[in-house]
Structures are given as structure tokens and as C-alpha cells.
T-cell receptor, first 115, second 112 residues
Framework: GAVVSQHPSWVICKSGTSVKIECRSL??????MFWYRQFPKQSLMLMAT?????????EQGVEKDKFLINHASLTLSTLTVTSAHPEDSSFYIC???????????FGQGTRLTVV | GNSVTQMEGPVTLSEEAFLTINCTYT??????LFWYVQYPGEGLQLLLK?????DKGSNKGFEATYRKETTSFHLEKGSVQVSDSAVYFC???????????FGKGNQVVVIP
């Protein structure tokens, strides 16, 4: 199988604080992971590509200093939303690619609410 | 650029009705095409895929055929169930790198 686990599934934080979201590939190694953001009733927007052992590649318009990505091992990528504000409230989803397949495997998502 | 277009608006239909969700794409190369399903409060699950022209992906009664001539990958199911209520996303990727471009998604509501 190919399981991706995302944690936490939901989080509420105060404005100005930082929140870390973890994405783990449980039964395979992922040199590349992807972070998406989904607004209510809208599609997924790719935020960045997380590369193991190197800097993440951010999509145009995504603030890299606000959305810190770390991919320290072949099974873990983290997204930290720094100095969160209410407009950062959203559903964040990660995915990981498995060598030899074009399929991407998704985590269950994290609902972030900033109050 | 590479993009995916899905038909506008939610889809509401009765149980056992026929479902079609249109999807067209624009790509500079030869993409792989996917349909993902998202149940309420959950992440995305792969429903089916096709990697080359004329391939048909199928799963759980859903089908979609990769049509290069019309750059389409329409999703169909002959008889929907209430449990099929979800949001369906069409997506593509190029070069097998798992970097997906998604359509806007269609909310499907199946009423008993």
C-alpha cells in the first residue's frame, strides 16, 4: 500500500501564533511531497513542492517566509504557518509521490482555523 | 500552461440516475489524467486514472476515457448511489512527477 498520514486533522490557534502540520509517508519513501491549500468550495491550489534534503519550491504568490516547509527525511515533511492570521484559515492537504507510479497519495488534510 | 476545466456548478441527482461530469484539459505534453474524490471532511482519494490516449480508467462503477482528440476525460457512472455524494476533482500531471493541476471540482449530491 501507500499511506500518507497528516497530523493534526484539525487545529484552532490564536492570531499571531505559529502552527506546524506534519505529513508522513508511512510505508514508502517520498523524495518529493506537495502541499496544497483548499478554500471552501474551491479547488486545491498547489502551494509548494517539498524536496527531501533541499529547499522547497514555492508557487508564485505563496510567501515562503510565512509558509515554512521542511523535508528533513524521506518520510516526513512539515508545513509551518508562521504568525497565523484569520485569512490563513483553510484546509491544507499534503501529497506524496511513490517511485514508479504517476499516482499521488494524499493525506487526510488539516483544517486550520485562526481566531 | 497546463490546466483542467470542469463543468460549472454542483450536480444534484436521484439515486440510480446516470452521472456525467465533464472535464477538459490543456497541456503542453502528454499528461496522465486522474479523477479524485473527496468525501466531507476528508482528504482526496484516487478514483481512477488513465495514462495515455484511449485508455479507460474504471473503479467502483465509474469510468472515464482519455480522449486526446477532444482533450477530455469525462467521468460517468450508470447508476449512482447516495454514498457517491462527494466532490469530484479532475486532475492532470506531466512527466510522472506527481505534481497535479486540479480542476475546480464538482459537488455531487445524490438524493434517495
Amino acid at each position: 500500500g501507500a499511506v500518507v498520514s497528516q497530523h493534526p486533522s484539525w487545529v484552532i490557534c490564536k492570531s499571531g501564533t505559529s502552527v506546524k502540520i506534519e505529513c508522513r509517508s508511512l510505508d514508502f519513501q517520498a523524495t518529493t511531497m506537495f502541499w496544497y491549500r483548499q478554500f471552501p468550495k474551491q479547488s486545491l491550489m498547489l502551494m509548494a513542492t517539498s524536496n527531501e534534503g533541499s529547499k522547497a519550491t514555492y508557487e508564485q504568490g505563496v510567501e515562503k517566509d510565512k509558509f515554512l516547509i521542511n523535508h528533513a527525511s524521506l518520510t516526513l515533511s512539515t508545513l509551518t504557518v508562521t504568525s497565523a492570521h484569520p485569512e490563513d484559515s483553510s484546509f491544507y492537504i499534503c501529497s506524496a509521490g511513490k517511485t514508479g507510479t504517476t499516482e499521488a497519495f494524499f493525506g487526510q488534510g488539516t483544517r486550520l482555523t485562526v481566531v | 500552461g497546463n490546466s483542467v476545466t470542469q463543468m460549472e456548478g454542483p450536480v444534484t441527482l436521484s439515486e440510480e440516475a446516470f452521472l456525467t461530469i465533464n472535464c477538459t484539459y490543456t497541456a503542453t505534453g502528454y499528461p496522465s489524467l486522474f479523477w479524485y474524490v473527496q468525501y466531507p471532511g476528508e482528504g482526496l482519494q484516487l478514483l481512477l486514472k488513465a495514462t495515455k490516449a484511449d485508455d479507460k480508467g474504471s473503479n467502483k462503477g465509474f469510468e472515464a476515457t482519455y480522449r486526446k482528440e477532444t482533450t477530455s476525460f469525462h467521468l460517468e457512472k450508470g447508476s449512482v448511489q447516495v454514498s457517491d455524494s462527494a466532490v469530484y476533482f479532475c486532475a492532470l500531471t506531466l512527466y510522472g512527477n506527481n505534481r497535479l493541476a486540479f480542476g475546480k471540482g464538482n459537488q455531487v449530491v445524490v438524493i434517495p
